[in-house]
């Protein structure tokens, strides 16, 4: 079964503090895809990132980075020079192929307040 | 603005009545997935269509049930509603590919069971 760990619920940093929020997944699958979604406080979902099992690379998106380590079954998260818009919920997810094609599991969500 | 539409933003019906959700997905984008996210289960995936066809199967209830039309609108239709149900449905859509993508939310639904 595949699970995916979240272990902060909440994180709370000063603006232009620099955050990481980790995150830890379980599958027995070689191939699968790790995602990010930010959830800010207005409700929309938002797509940030997905990294294929194969590709370690580790990623930066202006002050966005991955951080992907196979060998802790980990993909973390981190915000550099954090800002108050960034404040909302982070969900990680992974998805496998199944029986049914591939399914999604997310993790629980950090919420991350930035505080000016 | 994701250019994902979904109708209605918010329902309120009574438990064992039946709804429908609409998601209308971005000019081009051939996936809609559809995600259920309420407090005790959290995010959960539901479906998948690619083109009109079932591709992927999540923690859809039997109760529940999807399609995606010719124009690529996609419903899910909810029936027997329990309180339990109650929850924000989101869809996405992603680009043409062959495997999953970049997606772009809808605003969500929200659905209350009284």
């Known amino acids: 079964a595949q699970k995916v760990t979240q272990a902060q619920t909440e994180i709370s940093v000063v603006e232009k503090e620099d955050v990481t929020l980790d995150c830890v997944y379980e599958t027995r699958d070689t191939t699968y895809y790790l995602f990010w979604y930010k959830q800010p406080p207005s409700g929309e979902l938002v797509f940030l990132i997905r990294r294929n099992s194969f590709d370690e690379q580790n990623e930066i998106s202006g002050r966005y980075s991955w951080n992907f380590q196979k060998s802790t079954s980990s993909f973390n998260f981190t915000i550099t020079a954090s800002q108050v818009v960034d404040s909302a919920v982070y969900f990680c997810a992974l998805s496998v192929v199944g029986d049914y094609g591939q399914n999604f599991v997310f993790g629980p969500g950090t919420r991350l307040s930035v505080l000016p | 603005d994701s250019g994902v539409t979904q109708t209605p933003k918010h329902l309120i019906t009574a438990t064992g009545q039946r709804v429908t959700l609409r998601c209308s997905p971005r000019?081009?984008?051939?996936?809609v997935y559809w995600y259920q996210q309420s407090l005790d289960q959290g995010l959960q995936f539901l479906i998948q269509?690619?083109?009109?066809?079932?591709?992927a199967k999540g923690n859809i209830l039997e109760r529940f049930s999807a399609q995606q039309f010719p124009d690529l609108h996609s419903e899910l239709n909810l029936s027997s509603l329990e309180l339990g149900d109650s929850a924000l449905y989101f869809c996405a859509s992603s680009p043409p590919s062959a495997g999953t993508d970049t997606q772009y939310f809808g605003p969500g639904t929200r659905l209350t069971v009284l």
């Open positions: 269509y690619y083109n009109g066809e079932e591709r």
């Open positions: 000019s081009g984008d051939l996936s």
